[in-house]
Every structure is written in C-alpha cells, then in structure tokens.
C-alpha cells in the first residue's frame, strides 16, 4: 500500500483517488466474501470506508494509510502549482481542494 501511494506521489499524475476496495454484488470480490464469511448484505458506503476489510491490516490502518496518501498526493506544491496553471476553471479547483482537505485532515469521506 504503502509503494503505491509513494508511486502516486512521485508521478506526474494531476489527480488520483484513493479509494479502499468495497466488495459489491456480482463481482469475484464479492463472492470472495461470502465464502470468507463477511456480512456482505450490509450497505455499502462511499469509497473512503471500509464495509468489509479483507486484508491482513486494521480498517483504522487502511483508513490512516488514505488519509496519507491524499496528504502526500495533493499537498506537495509543485503538483498544487501545476494544477493552479493548468485547470481553466479556478472555481472548479478550488472546491475540489476543499474537498481534498477535508479528506486529508479531518478523514471525512470524500464528496460525503
């Protein structure tokens, strides 16, 4: 997870979203699930939480590793500034930056 989001980071990508995998109806994810026995009837949520963790760390590792990654992505200034230069509507940017910061700094769930 962790090399992921360092990839992330040192790309020149504009955007990313960091999402955690939510197994949904119909999908091998989902029957992969059921057979490790997880309550996947449950609703299901945004891509910022975790529904049903099937990985080897704690929902509140995969939930802090998140808010890193956002952290990492879009607070560094050379990839803020290019962004700034290169989307025509500053509007537009600025409240997908608020968005960003509430993800990053108060782990709200993104456009929640």
């Known amino acids: 997870m962790r090399e992921t989001i360092n990839f992330a980071a040192e790309s020149k990508l504009h955007t990313a979203v960091f999402a955690i995998a939510t197994p949904y109806p119909g999908i091998e994810l989902y029957r992969q699930a059921e057979e490790k026995g997880f309550n996947v009837e449950r609703q299901f949520s945004t891509v910022g939480k975790v529904s049903v963790n099937m990985s080897a760390v704690s929902d ?8 890193m990654a956002f952290r990492k992505f879009y607070f560094n200034p050379v990839r803020c500034w290019r962004l700034f230069v290169r ?8 409240k997908n930056f608020i968005e960003v910061v509430r993800v990053a700094l108060f782990k709200k769930e993104l456009y929640g």
């Not at 509140?60 to 808010?67: A, W, Y």
């Not at 989307?87 to 600025?94: E, G």
């Open 87 to 94: 989307v025509p509507s500053k509007l537009v940017l600025i």
């Open 60 to 67: 509140e590792i995969l939930s802090n590793l998140r808010t």
